[in-house]
């Protein structure tokens, strides 16, 4: 069973940069596409972007397009956010792309202020 860690968040003001990891243990990702949601409360999980098996192949909600990257290797994947907005405020998490229900981990809080 793959257990999925989240790690990174933090409190920054808008502008500032952050870049979150997922780290996998258990098992690798293997062939999986893998990709990062944020949740807001009162708010249902949203995709925020992925990443196929080599990185052939990256995709992006229209929200963060240009200002987040998404990085993989065999264990790990990242998410570089730049020029962040109050709008990015969140718990971010990892899993796969589409997700299973088995590998929510506890996500990371990502605040950002004005």
């Known amino acids: 069973q793959m257990r999925l860690v989240e790690s990174g968040g933090d409190s920054v003001q808008a502008g500032e940069s952050l870049r979150l990891s997922c780290v996998a243990s258990?098992?690798?990702?293997?062939?999986?596409?893998m990709g990062w949601f944020r949740q807001t409360p009162g708010k249902a999980r949203e995709f925020v972007a992925a990443v196929s098996r080599y990185s052939h192949s990256k995709s992006y909600a229209d929200s963060v397009k240009g200002r987040f990257t998404i990085e993989r290797n065999s264990n790990a994947i990242y998410l570089q956010m730049n020029n962040l907005k109050p709008e990015d405020t969140a718990v971010y998490y990892c899993?796969?792309?589409?997700?299973?229900?088995?590998?929510w981990g506890q996500g990371t809080q990502v605040t950002v202020s004005s």
């Open positions: 258990g098992r690798s990702f293997g062939s999986s596409t």
């Open positions: 899993n796969t792309h589409p997700p299973d229900n088995n590998y």
